[in-house]
C-alpha cells in the first residue's frame, strides 16, 4: 500500500476501535504511570559525584564513588542455587531503573570488594523496592557469598542503575518483543515482562526461556501466573535440555537447532504469525554458548543484527589484571585533564586507585554509572601516555581506535593526558544511556 | 441553549449508566458544535471537535499525526522591520535558562500534608461536600496529587502544541524581526515541554491523557492554514490560559520546586503574549476586511468561552468517580475555588489583549458583557506589563489571601 492511504487506513482502523470500545463502555484510560525515561534523570550518579564520605553508610572501600546504601528487605529462594534480594532504601527513597539495567553491587569477601553487576528483576513500576536475582556460578566468590550469607536487614552499597539493554516501556507503544532467555540471564528479561505488560496494553511479548531441569527455572510460578493473566499478550514457552517425564514443553539445550524450532512453532501462534514477527525487537540474555546458538539462529531466521539486543552476564570484573598494573607502575602517576582541547585540570592516580576514582577524588566532574567496566559511561579519551585496562569490557573496536578508555577500569602505567569531552548536561544525558 | 442541556440532561438521566456516560458526551458534543451557530466557526472549529470529542484521537494510544498547511515565508533581504520585536528577541537571548539549574533534589512527596501541592481551600472541602463528596484525609491528599498531576499534564500537552506552534508561526510570520525572535520562543517552549515531562516524571511519577478539549484546540490551529489565525489561537488564546492556569498554580502551590519552575515558564509566557500582541495589533487594524475582522471576532469569544466552560476535567471523573452522573460532576468542577480563580486569571490578561489587538469592537462588546466580562475591559495588556509586574501582582494576592 502507498504510504499515506496506509496511514489512513490505519487511522480509520483505530478511530472505529475507539468508537466501538466506547459504545462497548470500554474507556481510555485517564492516566498512564510514568516511570523515568533514563538513568540520568532517575538522579543517578552521572556527572559529580559527591566528595568521599559524603553518602551515608559508603565504606572507605568504596573510595569516591557514589555508592547508595541498599537495606535487603526479603529473601527469597527461587531454585537450590538462586537467591531473590529485595532492596530497599532504608530513607525511605525511591528506586527508578529502566527495565533491563542492572545495579552494580559491591560485595565485600575476604577484605576485598568485588564489584558485580547485578540486573534488576523486578517491575520498574513499584519504587518502593527493587530487586536482583543472583545464580551461584561454580568457584565464584560474589555469587556463593551472597548466597550462602545474605540476610534480612543487612545493607548492600551499590552503583548505578546502568546499562543499555533496555525497553522504555511507553504506553503509547504497541510493540512485539521476542524475549529469548537462558538460566539466570531471565532477571532482567523479568523485568522487562513485568513492566510492559503493565504499562503497554498494546503490545505483546513472546518469551522463550531455556533451563536445565524443571527445578532451575526462576521465577516459574510468576511467570506462569502472567501468562495467565494476560493470555493472548504473554506467549511464555519454558524449553528444558532435562525434561521430567511427562513435560509438555519445549526440549532440548536452546542452540541453533532449537533455537530454530522454537522460533517456527512462535509462527504457528495465534497472535504471532509472521508478518506480526517482521516488527519485532529480540532481547537475548544467558550464557555465552546459548548467546552464540541464538544469534545465529536469529541469523537464519531473516531477523537484521539492528533488531537484536544482547546482554552478556560473563562481562568484565576484576580478575587480578588490577594487581598486574600494580606491578608494573608502583609510583604515582600524573594525569593532565583537557576538555575538548582545552587544558582544565590536572591530577595524580595513586598505585592502587583506578583513573575514575582518583579523578573524582580530585573532584572533577567525571561522568560513571557501573563502575565496572560495563556501561561505557566514564569513557575518556587518551590523547598521551599508556594504560592498562580490565578486559573484556564494553568498548567497542571503534571506540578503542578512536583512543578511547574506559576510566573506572583503567589504571595508569605512565604519566597521562586525556580529554574528558565536552561538558554533559546530567539531566538528560543519562550516563547509561552512552553505553554499548 | 441552556434549554437544550437541561433537555439533555434529563433525558440522559433515564439511561443505564455505563450507556449514561457514552450519551451525555455525545450530546455535549452536539452542543459544542450548535452552540457554533455561525458557519465558518462550524468549520473553523467542528472537523477538529469530532476527531478530539467523539473519535478521541489524542486518547487512541498512537502517536497523532496532524497535516498542517500554511505557507513558509521567506525574506532574502533580512531587514530590520519591527523595532518591538527586536527589543522582545534581545530581551529573549537574555532571559533564557537552563531546566537543569532549577532545584531537581527537592525531595516531593505528593502525599505529604505539610508541603501540599496544592492546599486543601483550591478545592474546598466544603464545596467537595456540597456535591457529595466525602474523602478521608488521606484519600483527599490523593485526590489532590490526582488534580495536581491532571493540570499539570494538560500543561505538557499544551506545550507540545505550543512548541509546534510556535515553530509554524515561526514560519509563518512576514517580519523578520518576528522570525528571529520566533526562534527563541521555539526554544522556550522545548523546554517548558522538558521541565514540566520532568516534574511529572520525576516528582508526580504520572502523566494524565490530553483532554478532548485541549486536543480541539490544538488540532484546529495545527490545521488552519492562516497564519494570523494560528497566532490568534495560540499567542492570545492558548498563551492566556496557560498564563491563567499558572498564574493560579503558581500563587497556590506550597511545594517549593513547583512554584519556583512556573516562576520561571511564567517569565517566558509574558513575553510570548506580549509579542502575539505586537503582531496581531497592527496585522488586524491595517490588512483585515471588516468581513475577515468580524470573523476573528467571533471565533475569539466563542474560543474564550470554550476555554472557561469546558475544561472539566472529565479525566479525573472517571478516575475517582465514574459513578457520578457527569452532569453532577460539571457542577462540582464549576464550584471549586481554584478553578474559578483560574478562570479569573485567565480572563484578566485575556480581554484586556482582545482589546489592544481591536477584536472588542461595540460589535462583540454586548455579548461579552452578557457573559459577565465586562470587569476586565480596563486591565493591561501584555505589552504594558512586564513578567515582574505579573509575577509581584501574583506574590501580592498571595500574601494578601493569607493575612
Ligand atoms: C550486565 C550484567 C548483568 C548481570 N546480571 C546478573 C544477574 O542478574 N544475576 C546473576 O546471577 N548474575 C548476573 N551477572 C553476572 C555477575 O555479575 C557475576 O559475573 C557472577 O555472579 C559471577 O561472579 P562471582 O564473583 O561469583 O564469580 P568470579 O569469582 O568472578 O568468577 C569465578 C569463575 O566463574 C567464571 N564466571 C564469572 N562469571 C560468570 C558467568 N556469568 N557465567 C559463567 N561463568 C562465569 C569466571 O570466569 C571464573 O572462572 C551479570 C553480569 C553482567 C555483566
Ligand atoms: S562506569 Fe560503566 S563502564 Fe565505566
Ligand atoms: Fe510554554
Ligand atoms: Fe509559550
Given at each position: 500500500m502507498p504510504e499515506p492511504l496506509r496511514e489512513r487506513v490505519e487511522q480509520l482502523g483505530r478511530d472505529l476501535e475507539m468508537l466501538v470500545n466506547l459504545w462497548r463502555g470500554r474507556r481510555p484510560p485517564p492516566f498512564r504511570t510514568r516511570v523515568a525515561s533514563g538513568a540520568g534523570r532517575g538522579g543517578v550518579a552521572a556527572g559529580p559525584g559527591p566528595s568521599p564520605g559524603d553518602e551515608p553508610g559508603a565504606g572507605p572501600r568504596a573510595g569516591a564513588l557514589a555508592t547508595r546504601a541498599l537495606e535487603i528487605v526479603a529473601l527469597t529462594r527461587e531454585t537450590d542455587d538462586a537467591v531473590t534480594l529485595t532492596l530497599a532504601d532504608p530513607d525511605g527513597g525511591e528506586l527508578r531503573f529502566v527495565p533491563g539495567q542492572f545495579f552494580t553491587v559491591l560485595v565485600d569477601v575476604g577484605g576485598e570488594t568485588l564489584r558485580r553487576a547485578y540486573s534488576l528483576s523486578s517491575s520498574a513500576l513499584e519504587r518502593e523496592r527493587a530487586s536482583v536475582t543472583i545464580k551461584r556460578v561454580s568457584g565464584g566468590r560474589a555469587s556463593n557469598h551472597l548466597n550462602d550469607h545474605a540476610a534480612v536487614g543487612q545493607r548492600l552499597l551499590v552503583l548505578g542503575p546502568s546499562g543499555a539493554f533496555t525497553v522504555a516501556p511507553s504506553p503509547a507503544a504497541r510493540r512485539v518483543l521476542v524475549l529469548i532467555a537462558g538460566g539466570s540471564g531471565i532477571t532482567p528479561i523479568a523485568a522487562i515482562v513485568r513492566t510492559v505488560l503493565a504499562v503497554e496494553t498494546s503490545s505483546k511479548i513472546a518469551l522463550i526461556y531455556g533451563n536445565r531441569g524443571a527445578a532451575d527455572i526462576i521465577f516459574r510460578a510468576q511467570l506462569d501466573a502472567l501468562a495467565r493473566e494476560h493470555e493472548g499478550r504473554l506467549e511464555l514457552r519454558h524449553v528444558l535440555s532435562d525434561p521430567p517425564a511427562g513435560w509438555a514443553g519445549g526440549v532440548g539445550l536452546l542452540d541453533r537447532e532449537t533455537c530454530l524450532h522454537e522460533l517456527a512453532r512462535l509462527e504457528t501462534r495465534p497472535g504471532f504469525d509472521p508478518e506480526t514477527l517482521d516488527d519485532a525487537e529480540y532481547f537475548v540474555c544467558g550464557p555465552e554458548p546459548m548467546m552464540e546458538a541464538v544469534r545465529d539462529a536469529l541469523r537464519e531466521f531473516g531477523v537484521p543484527r539492528a533488531r537484536v539486543?544482547?546482554?552478556?552476564?560473563?562481562?568484565?570484573?576484576?580478575?587480578?589484571?588490577?594487581?598486574?598494573?600494580?606491578?608494573?607502575?608502583?609510583?604515582?602517576?600524573?594525569?593532565?585533564?583537557?576538555?575538548?582541547?582545552?587544558?582544565?585540570?590536572?591530577?595524580?592516580?595513586?598505585?592502587?586507585?583506578?583513573?575514575?576514582?582518583?579523578?573524582?577524588?580530585?573532584?572533577?566532574?567525571?561522568?560513571?554509572?557501573?563502575?565496572?567496566?560495563?556501561?561505557?559511561?566514564?569513557?575518556?579519551?587518551?590523547?598521551?601516555?599508556?594504560?592498562?585496562?580490565?578486559?573484556?569490557?564494553?568498548?567497542?573496536?571503534?571506540?578503542?581506535?578512536?583512543?578511547?578508555?574506559?576510566?573506572?577500569?583503567?589504571?595508569?602505567?605512565?604519566?597521562?593526558?586525556?580529554?574528558?569531552?565536552?561538558?554533559?548536561a546530567p539531566g538528560l544525558g543519562g550516563a547509561a544511556r552512552g553505553g554499548r | 441553549?441552556?434549554?437544550?442541556?437541561?433537555?439533555?440532561?434529563?433525558?440522559?438521566?433515564?439511561?443505564?449508566?455505563?450507556?449514561?456516560?457514552?450519551?451525555?458526551?455525545?450530546?455535549?458534543?452536539?452542543?459544542?458544535?450548535?452552540?457554533?451557530?455561525?458557519?465558518?466557526?462550524?468549520?473553523?472549529?467542528?472537523?477538529?471537535?469530532?476527531?478530539?470529542?467523539?473519535?478521541?484521537?489524542?486518547?487512541?494510544?498512537?502517536?497523532?499525526?496532524?497535516?498542517?498547511?500554511?505557507?513558509?515565508?521567506?525574506?532574502?533581504?533580512?531587514?530590520?522591520?519591527?523595532?518591538?520585536?527586536?527589543?522582545?528577541?534581545?530581551?529573549?537571548?537574555?532571559?533564557?535558562?537552563?531546566?537543569?539549574?532549577?532545584?531537581?533534589?527537592?525531595?516531593?512527596?505528593?502525599?505529604?500534608?505539610?508541603?501540599?501541592?496544592?492546599?486543601?481551600?483550591?478545592?474546598?472541602?466544603?464545596?467537595?461536600?456540597?456535591?457529595?463528596?466525602?474523602?478521608?484525609?488521606?484519600?483527599?491528599?490523593?485526590?489532590?496529587?490526582?488534580?495536581?498531576?491532571?493540570?499539570?499534564?494538560?500543561?505538557?500537552?499544551?506545550?507540545?502544541?505550543?512548541?509546534?506552534?510556535?515553530?509554524?508561526?515561526?514560519?509563518?510570520?512576514?517580519?523578520?524581526?518576528?522570525?528571529?525572535?520566533?526562534?527563541?520562543?521555539?526554544m522556550d517552549e522545548g523546554r517548558h515541554v522538558e521541565v514540566f515531562s520532568r516534574y511529572l516524571d520525576e516528582k508526580l511519577g504520572r502523566l494524565y491523557q490530553i483532554n478532548d478539549n485541549l486536543y480541539v484546540l490544538i488540532d484546529s490551529l495545527m490545521t488552519d492554514s492562516r497564519w494570523d489565525m494560528k497566532f490568534l489561537g495560540m499567542q492570545i488564546m492558548i498563551e492566556g490560559l496557560a498564563l491563567g492556569a499558572f498564574g493560579t498554580l503558581y500563587r497556590q502551590t506550597r511545594e517549593p520546586l513547583l512554584k519556583q519552575l512556573l516562576r520561571m515558564v511564567i517569565q517566558d509566557e509574558a513575553r510570548h503574549v506580549h509579542y502575539g500582541v505586537v503582531a496581531l495589533r497592527d496585522h488586524i487594524r491595517d490588512e483585515l476586511s471588516a468581513r475577515e475582522r468580524a470573523e476573528r471576532e467571533d471565533w475569539a469569544y466563542e474560543v474564550a468561552l470554550l476555554m472557561r466552560n469546558r475544561f472539566m476535567a472529565y479525566e479525573i471523573h472517571e478516575e475517582w468517580f465514574p459513578a457520578m452522573p457527569r452532569a453532577r460532576w460539571r457542577r462540582l468542577v464549576g464550584a471549586i475555588p481554584g478553578m474559578n480563580e483560574f478562570r479569573q486569571v485567565m480572563f484578566s490578561r485575556l480581554v484586556p489583549n482582545l482589546r489592544e489587538i481591536g477584536l472588542l469592537t461595540p460589535r462583540v462588546l454586548p455579548r461579552y458583557e452578557r457573559a459577565g466580562l465586562t470587569r476586565f475591559f480596563g486591565g493591561a495588556s501584555a505589552n504594558q506589563m512586564t513578567a515582574e509586574s505579573m509575577l509581584e501582582g501574583l506574590d501580592r494576592q498571595t500574601i494578601e489571601d493569607a493575612a
Open positions: 539486543h544482547e546482554e552478556r552476564f560473563s562481562q568484565p570484573h576484576l580478575r587480578g589484571q588490577g594487581a598486574r598494573a600494580r606491578a608494573r607502575a608502583p609510583r604515582p602517576q600524573g594525569v593532565q585533564v583537557r576538555r575538548a582541547g582545552l587544558p582544565v585540570a590536572g591530577f595524580e592516580v595513586a598505585p592502587e586507585q583506578t583513573l575514575l576514582e582518583a579523578g573524582l577524588t580530585a573532584g572533577l566532574p567525571l561522568s560513571y554509572s557501573c563502575a565496572m567496566g560495563g556501561c561505557g559511561a566514564c569513557k575518556v579519551r587518551l590523547v598521551e601516555g599508556e594504560v592498562e585496562m580490565e578486559e573484556p569490557n564494553c568498548l567497542t573496536d571503534e571506540e578503542r581506535a578512536r583512543g578511547e578508555v574506559l576510566a573506572c577500569v583503567c589504571r595508569p602505567l605512565a604519566g597521562l593526558v586525556i580529554d574528558i569531552g565536552p561538558r554533559r | 441553549m441552556l434549554g437544550t442541556r437541561w433537555d439533555a440532561d434529563r433525558l440522559v438521566n433515564l439511561l443505564p449508566g455505563r450507556v449514561r456516560v457514552q450519551v451525555d458526551e455525545f450530546f455535549e458534543a452536539l452542543a459544542l458544535l450548535a452552540e457554533l451557530r455561525d458557519p465558518r466557526l462550524l468549520y473553523a472549529l467542528g472537523p477538529a471537535g469530532v476527531r478530539g470529542m467523539l473519535l478521541k484521537r489524542g486518547k487512541q494510544g498512537a502517536p497523532t499525526r496532524i497535516r498542517a498547511s500554511h505557507k513558509a515565508h521567506f525574506n532574502w533581504e533580512y531587514p530590520a522591520d519591527q523595532p518591538e520585536m527586536a527589543e522582545l528577541y534581545a530581551r529573549a537571548k537574555q532571559g533564557q535558562w537552563r531546566a537543569e539549574d532549577l532545584p531537581w533534589s527537592t525531595d516531593v512527596d505528593p502525599l505529604n500534608p505539610e508541603v501540599p501541592l496544592i492546599p486543601s481551600s483550591f478545592l474546598g472541602p466544603d464545596v467537595l461536600r456540597e456535591h457529595g463528596v466525602r474523602l478521608s484525609a488521606a484519600e483527599e491528599l490523593k485526590f489532590r496529587h490526582s488534580v495536581t498531576a491532571w493540570m499539570l499534564s494538560q500543561f505538557l500537552h499544551g506545550e507540545q502544541g505550543a512548541l509546534f506552534a510556535a515553530a509554524q508561526v515561526t514560519e509563518a510570520v512576514q517580519f523578520f524581526d518576528g522570525k528571529l525572535y520566533g526562534a527563541t520562543q521555539v
